[in-house]
């Protein structure tokens, strides 16, 4: 009985996790998911059918749960197309945050290091593209999120006051929709559902109180502002 039990609770623990996993991830992921799991099944069900000696009916439901383990995911590798990065551009910097890890990739735009990645760059590099680019505000604002994800304590590395504010150039104006759609890494024909699923997913990826980047969740937060606007 106590086994019973146990497997009952078991099975309710996996469907709650499942359940809340399907309520923000992408709707690719769910669709593999149950590719995988219609997969599982159809291969215990074959096993069953070869234990009592069905080869008959065996053999096509051992190819159908192959075919659905091993199919691949529309649009693997295209991050961007599918939704799966967010991209936030300014004068000097372009990032994407992948959503799935949560690492942020960044490459120059313009100046003395203009089509480098970031990742590329030496410490000396950065501290000299920092000081090239200080007076922008939204690409220092920028480099900063990427310095805090990849070095914790950049700050004393740098040796800088970083919240000085003398001298620094203005926003560069009211986000656009083409803007808020690539920062949440969703097409031109998104549903205010989908705007909203976008922006949860990743403000848990960003939020400041987990350790993430102000500048970009306020980035994030903003797109959600201007997309809600147009669906209201």
């Not at 950065?126 to 007076?135: A, F, N, Q, T």
Request: glycine share 10%.
């Amino acid at each position: 009985m106590m086994v019973y039990l146990l497997a009952g609770l078991l099975l309710f623990v996996v469907v709650v996790g499942l359940a809340r996993w399907a309520a923000y991830a992408q709707t690719a992921d769910v669709v593999q998911l149950l590719y995988r799991l219609a997969g599982v099944v159809l291969t215990l069900f074959a096993a069953f059918l070869l234990l009592r000696r069905q080869w008959v009916l065996a053999m096509p439901v051992a190819v159908m749960a192959w075919g659905m383990l091993m199919r691949k995911p529309s649009g693997a590798g295209a991050d961007r197309a599918t939704g799966r990065g967010s991209t936030v551009r300014t004068a000097a910097l372009e990032m994407t945050l992948d959503h799935d890890t949560g690492i942020i990739i960044g490459q120059v735009l313009a100046g003395h290091f203009e089509g480098r990645d970031l990742d590329g760059l030496s410490e000396a590099e950065l501290i000299s593209l920092y000081d090239e680019i200080r007076m922008d505000r939204e690409s220092r604002d920028l480099l900063e999120a990427y310095l805090d994800g990849r070095r914790a304590d950049w700050r004393d590395a740098f040796e800088t006051d970083t919240h000085d504010g003398e001298g620094r150039t203005a926003d560069s104006g009211p986000m656009t929709e083409e803007e808020a759609y690539q920062i949440l890494g969703l097409s031109a024909d998104a549903s205010a559902a989908e705007v909203a699923a976008a922006h949860r997913r990743l403000m848990k990826r960003v939020h400041p109180d987990q350790g993430g980047s102000t500048f970009l969740a306020a980035k994030i937060n903003a797109a959600k502002a201007v997309l809600m606007r147009k669906h209201g």
